[in-house]
């Protein structure tokens, strides 16, 4: 059907007749402009339009004006000839001057369109543009009606009209007579629920037709209806051949069925027309390959599709002449085949026209087809036989890896058998290394090896076909190379190749030297290199785990090695806790250390003439005399000095792992092994950077000290150090004698000595607090210049992070500075100097401090060494120790409040005049007035308890 709209392009036959003079053919005429698919012929006269109307070509629509010659336009419209021509006859005035007519005679008007006006309705240009698209609208709807009505009405048809999901809207007389029921009964169905014969199978057939339909196509099938009376079949099944296809009409989208009834030859011959083209296409399409003989062999029948097989057109395969020729003689065995009529399964090989062997798989049966008796239906089975040997192949393979111990074994079996696996080439594999970021070529099978000799390496940043199949992990074939890949000269050697990911261990390249790597090959090649990249993992895995194993048995013996040397460390530990000399310390050191053969030998040694030689102090185990066969001073000309001496001298661990490594570098090295001394190791006795002696111990056996033990003696040495720095100190406080050194320091980084040759002045340290964050708070008188001018330059230096001024004077004042590190009076009093003199001048610095004994005065003088650039003992007395009090009244405040009292003393709070208060102290500290109160108060309360409360323990109090 004709939609709707302006549109009308599959009817461009709708003609319509102008007829009026010039000016109104100009007002006319654009009407018809806009129109598609529409003829327009235009006329000037009456006389001119009849001759028009009884001409061969019919028009559908006469457009008159009202004033026409000799004539009006509603007159014309009266005449028989424009009434049997024209389907409507629209008169359209050109002015309003139009005299009323007869009532008969306006009666053939169809519509009246007054081209003067504007108003609503049908006037003007535009109106009658409108008239004309719909007159050509219903002129084409009665001609489709009438056509529809045409073939809805034949009595040879099935015709049906259907909703669009198949519901039957109606149908005509013949199908009612073809179902045995009315039209009302059928009505409201869907088709595919009429009684088909086939049942479900032709309701899904026609339910795609409907599909097809619904989207706009014309579809066709064929079906057999089988109605019945309600109880029993009538036996009236009727064939058909339906066609299906879209119509539009007023009530929506609707699909039009028709169905012509085939006769039972037009049934048989289309049966048969589709039979042999399913078994023509069948017959060019099938590999397997159908041969027909009689019973000498020659051939009858050869199907077209032969050269699939044999390479041979059919006509070649006849000039052959038997089937033995082809196949073979003696194929079969003719008495068994009459006795059983089919043999199958026969295998046998044949060669096609390029020369290359098949094997095939052949079913013979006896047959009577145009003088044809035997028939063989021919199967190359020659890649499931490769497949077959490939696969057996590949699985003894497999069982062989899972005995390979290394890569390299796996690697020689995996070529070895590929050349089995792929008769026509072989495999080369590379190992990545990720050390060198290289492909290395690690095994090749022989035929590769005979066409391609060495292969060579492939690094990552190298364009080839290798490494890209290893960085992208998939497979790279000869269509993805060009003239740029590295390896091109290579490959044009081979016939074809595949190279393919192996993973993070590699590339295995597959390659034919002989035909191309067809489907089966790529397969096979993919199958080994599968095989042979789980193999690899086999072996990463395992070895992963005798690593585990490995680091788990090492794990123990270090576990069990941390005890023992954990249980040494105890012991040692309460040893030094209970000694009351240095002797006691050494001596318990060198005895556990040595008991129950945990190391052969074990001594301390202690430096001497200026950390030239070293003294033996204490020893234990089985010495042999080794310390009276060697020489332990560093003065001697040996290439590689005794652990013990490199250690005093690089105050740090010295371990010889195995002494008869060097056992031609000094003679020390010698008398060790004799002595059976194979590893030893040695640490120094460190506090607080001086240097108390060494500690060396000596093993039996070589490398027995692993990182533990070192670790674990290295804190032992500065734990015996520390232990060896306390009793020195304890020793000091109870001796009556005490040595005053006197030293003088020019290092130019000594803060004090850096300020006095700056501002030109004297400056001297009165007291000092060590504090919990590692500072130092001096407090330091200043002479020849102000206390301001000091702090200000101090403050700027990076050593000091803060400074104030208690006091100013005419010539200086009294400051505190607060120090990064801590200050060298700190050092002092750790090793059990006390300071009696600091001063810094811009020519040097005067320290004065006492000692307790001799031993305290190297532990100074290497302590003051070891800080100092620039340092030189100036002199040394020994003098008899003042009497002090039983208890030092500066150990009875915290630091806060030792800080607190030195600022208000050195401020002049405690002056019997004194110019400051309690408030200017606390704005100085940056505290309350009453929390410095509370301070002194509490300071106050410990000096008098600690003078009047003698024969109570003082408790301090925060």
Not at 920 to 941: G, K, M, N
Request: charged share 25%; with cysteine; hydrophobic share 35%.
């Amino acid at each position: 059907m004709v939609p709707n709209g302006d549109t009308c392009g599959s009817h461009p036959d709708y003609r319509i007749l102008l007829v009026g003079p010039d000016e109104w053919q100009d007002k006319a005429g654009p009407a018809t402009a806009r129109l598609n698919g529409i003829r327009v012929t235009a006329v000037t006269t009456a006389e001119q339009a009849r001759k028009t109307l009884v001409s061969d070509d019919p028009v559908d629509c006469v457009v008159s004006a009202y004033n026409l010659e000799g004539t009006t336009g509603i007159r014309f419209s009266a005449e028989s000839i424009v009434q049997n021509a024209a389907s409507a006859f629209v008169l359209a005035p050109l002015t309003d001057d139009m005299p009323p007519d007869s009532g008969t005679e306006s009666e053939h008007v169809t519509w009246v369109v007054p081209l003067y006006a504007d108003d609503a309705g049908p006037t003007g240009v535009g109106g009658l543009r409108t008239v004309l698209s719909r007159e050509r609208k219903y002129t084409r709807d009665r001609q489709q009606a009438a056509q529809f009505r045409g073939v809805f009405d034949n009595p040879d048809q099935f015709v049906a009209v259907l909703a669009t999901d198949g519901t039957i809207r109606s149908l005509n007389e013949a199908a009612a007579t073809l179902l045995n029921a009315s039209a009302e009964t059928v009505t409201g169905k869907r088709i595919w629920a009429l009684p088909w014969k086939d049942g479900n199978p032709q309701r899904r057939t026609v339910q795609k037709a409907l599909r097809g339909a619904a989207d706009g196509s014309y579809t066709e099938f064929e079906g057999v209806l089988s109605p019945s009376n309600g109880t029993a079949s009538v036996g009236n099944e009727v064939r058909l051949r339906f066609r299906i296809q879209p119509a539009a009409g007023d009530g929506g989208d609707r699909l039009l069925v028709q169905g012509e009834m085939l006769t039972e030859r037009e049934r048989l011959e289309a049966e048969l027309r589709a039979s042999e083209e399913l078994h023509r296409v069948t017959l060019n399409n099938m590999t397997d390959t159908v041969l027909v003989t009689d019973d000498e062999g020659e051939f009858t029948y050869v199907c077209p599709n032969v050269h699939f097989i044999f390479g041979y057109a059919a006509e070649e395969i006849h000039e052959f002449g038997t089937i033995d020729a082809l196949l073979g003689e003696e194929l079969i065995d003719p008495d068994r085949l009459e006795s059983e009529g089919v043999l199958t399964n026969i295998e046998c090989t044949a060669t096609d026209k390029s020369g290359t062997e098949h094997t095939l798989l052949v079913n013979v049966r006896e047959v009577s087809i145009q003088g044809g008796t035997r028939l063989y239906s021919c199967r190359d089975i020659t890649k499931r036989k490769q497949r077959e040997r490939a696969l057996t192949q590949l699985q003894q393979t497999s069982r062989n890896l899972l005995y390979a111990e290394t890569k390299a074994e796996v690697a020689n079996r995996v070529t070895a058998d590929a050349t089995t696996a792929l008769p026509n080439g072989g495999i080369a594999l590379y190992h990545f290394d990720g050390a060198e970021n290289t492909l290395y070529p690690m095994a090749v099978s022989d035929p590769l090896r005979k066409m391609l000799g060495s292969l060579p390496e492939v690094s990552l940043d190298q364009r080839t076909s290798i490494n890209r199949a290893f960085v992208e992990e998939r497979v790279i074939q000869p269509d993805e190379t060009d003239v740029s890949d590295d390896l091109q000269p290579l490959f044009t050697n081979l016939d074809d190749f595949a190279a393919m990911s192996l993973g993070e261990h590699g590339v295995l390249l597959a390659a034919t030297v002989d035909g191309p790597f067809d489907g089966v090959n790529k397969e096979i090649a993919e199958l080994l290199a599968a095989t042979t990249e789980a193999a690899f993992d086999r072996l990463d895995r395992e070895s992963e785990l005798r690593e585990r194993d490995e680091r788990l048995q090492q794990q123990n013996r270090q576990l069990s090695e941390i005890n023992q040397i954990n249980e040494i460390i105890r012991e040692i530990d309460q040893a030094m806790v209970h000694a009351e000399t240095r002797e006691e310390i050494e001596t318990t050191v060198c005895e556990r250390l040595s008991a129950s053969d945990r190391f052969a030998f074990a001594w301390i040694g202690e430096s001497a003439a200026r950390n030239r030689r070293l003294h033996p102090r204490e020893w234990a185990g089985d010495n042999q005399g080794y310390l009276d066969s060697i020489s332990l001073s560093t003065m001697d000309d040996q290439t590689l000095s005794e652990p013990s001496l490199q250690t005093m001298q690089d105050r740090s661990l010295t371990v010889m792992d195995n002494v008869a490594n060097q056992l031609h570098e000094a003679t020390w090295c010698k008398e060790a092994v004799s002595r059976n001394f194979n590893s030893i190791l040695s640490i120094p006795l460190v506090y607080d950077d001086v240097l108390f002696g060494t500690l060396t111990v000596y093993h039996n056996d070589p490398n027995s000290f692993s990182e533990t033990i070192r670790t674990v003696f290295s804190e032992l040495g500065s734990t015996i150090g520390a232990a060896i720095n306390g009793i020195q100190r304890k020793e000091a406080l109870r001796s009556d004698s005490v040595f005053r050194l006197a030293y003088g320091i020019r290092d130019p980084s000594f803060v004090l000595f850096r300020l006095a040759k700056s501002l030109d002045c004297t400056l001297e340290v009165k007291s000092e607090v060590t504090q919990a964050d590692e500072t130092t708070l001096i407090f330091v008188t200043v002479e020849n210049a102000s206390a301001a001018t000091v702090v200000s330059e101090a403050t700027s230096l990076v050593d000091v992070t803060a400074g104030e001024v208690i006091r100013e004077t005419e010539n200086g004042g009294l400051v505190s500075l607060k120090v990064r590190d801590p200050f060298v009076t700190s050092s002092l009093a750790t090793h059990g100097a006390t300071r009696r003199t600091l001063e810094a001048s811009p020519t040097g610095v005067r320290l004065v401090v006492e000692v307790p004994d001799s031993a305290t005065i190297r532990t100074v003088d290497e302590m003051l060494s070891g800080q100092f650039t620039d340092v030189e003992l100036t002199s040394q007395q020994k003098q008899t120790r003042p009497s002090e009090p039983q208890q030092e009244l500066g150990s009875l405040m915290t630091e806060r409040q030792e800080e607190i009292a030195q600022v208000a003393y050195h401020s002049g709070y405690f002056d019997m005049q004194r110019n400051v208060s309690g408030r200017d102290i606390a704005t100085t500290l940056d505290i309350s007035h009453t929390a410095f109160y509370d301070h002194i108060r509490r300071i106050e309360q410990k000096f008098f308890a600690a003078l009047f409360d003698r024969q109570q323990q003082y408790i301090t109090v925060e």
